[in-house]
């Protein structure tokens, strides 16, 4: 499809172990973000992309926290042994360039739930 | 202090009602604003985006940004049941709380 593609699009893992959430960007979108999202709140920011590199990191929460981003495409967000309170949805977006002005398309998520 | 701010809500209001949601923001250095819909276990989507101060219409909703008092708003007239759902703020990749919105029948 044409849209940002994330999977897995739920994931129950027990506390400790280590999870992998990926994001397709759509084609040609050199920017990418990765938010995190409690139930029923707002958007919490991780770690902006632009390219391959990461300009502002400054959302991501703990060092258990980390992503990469390779080829200027595909994106993982990799969570070292999860907490419980690591459950969330994990959104991510991006755009065609920039971090001021560009609309973000988002795709629609991976529920992480940590026992 | 929080980049964006925004009142949780939740809000309910009948059919055909004029709702109005807010936030403030923190740095008057922002320029651009953005007002996001996300409908259940979906991604948020673009509604309406401003530059600087003034408002934009488009159909039923309006956004209007106050630099002097560092406050946007969005303005939805007629409201429907269909615009339930929660609506984000947003500038520079920050986005505020969310206001979950309910238009009942």
């Known amino acids: 499809g044409a849209g940002v593609s994330q999977s897995p699009s739920n994931k129950v893992t027990e506390k400790g172990k280590d999870v992998e959430l990926r994001c397709d960007p759509i084609?040609?979108?050199?920017?990418l973000y990765w938010y995190r999202q409690r139930l029923g709140q707002g958007l919490e920011f991780l770690i902006y992309f632009q390219g391959n590199s990461a300009p502002d990191k400054s959302g991501l929460p703990s060092d258990r926290f980390s992503a990469e981003r390779t080829g200027e495409s595909v994106s993982t967000l990799t969570i070292q042994r999860t907490q419980q309170e690591d459950s969330a949805v994990y959104l991510c977006a991006s755009s065609v360039s920039g971090r001021l002005t560009g609309e973000l398309f988002f795709g629609e998520g991976s529920r992480l739930t940590v026992l | 202090q929080k980049e964006v701010e925004q009142d949780p809500g939740p809000l309910s209001v009948p059919e055909g009602a004029i709702v109005s949601l807010n936030c403030t923001y923190s740095n008057s250095a922002f320029q651009y604003f953005m007002w996001y819909r996300q409908y259940s276990r979906k991604g948020p989507e673009l509604l309406m985006y401003t530059y600087s101060s003034g408002n934009k219409e488009d159909g039923r909703f309006t956004a209007q940004v106050d630099k002097s008092s560092k406050y946007i708003s969005l303005f939805i007239r007629d409201s429907q049941p269909s615009d339930s759902a929660t609506y984000l703020c947003?500038?520079?990749?920050?986005f505020g709380a969310g206001t979950r919105l309910t238009v009942k029948p």
């Open positions: 084609s040609g979108h050199t920017a």
């Open positions: 947003a500038t520079l990749m920050r």
